[in-house]
Nanobody
Framework: QVQLVESGGGLVQAGGSLRLSCAAS????????MGWFRQAAGKEREFAAA????????DYADSVKGRCTISRDNAKNTVYLQMNSLKPEDTAVYYC?????????????????WGRGTQVTVSS
């Protein structure tokens, strides 16, 4: 069973940047699309970004589009989320997720494995 471990979260001032990483176990990482979701306190988990199996296609929520970049390194079994121009409303736990398909999806039910999350806090 795949294990996903996120890292890179922390406390940053508004306007700053963070790079989240998600390391996946297993030898078939490149067969699957990957996604990042986030959940703020008291709110539902929401889609942030996704990337297909090869990295040739990416999708973003409107809330992060233009400020975040998702990428992957299949040789390292790792997916990244570079976040720039961070805002206080970006404060949330960020989760990495794996889709059982090669193409990415926007909904949590399309993903079958999840990490435990990494906290991102943006101060104003």
């Amino acid at each position: 069973q795949v294990q996903l471990v996120e890292s890179g979260g922390g406390l940053v001032q508004a306007g700053g940047s963070l790079r989240l990483s998600c390391a996946a176990s297993g030898r078939t990482f490149s067969n699957y699309a990957m996604g990042w979701f986030r959940q703020a306190a008291g709110k539902e988990r929401e889609f942030a970004a996704a990337i297909n199996w090869s990295g040739s296609n990416t999708d973003y929520a409107d809330s992060v589009k233009g400020r975040c970049t998702i990428s992957r390194d299949n040789a390292k079994n790792t997916v990244y989320l570079q976040m720039n121009s961070l805002k206080p409303e970006d404060t949330a736990v960020y989760y990495c997720a794996r889709s059982p398909r090669i193409h990415s999806g926007f909904y949590a039910y399309e993903y079958d494995a999840w990490g435990r999350g990494t906290q991102v806090t943006v101060s104003s």
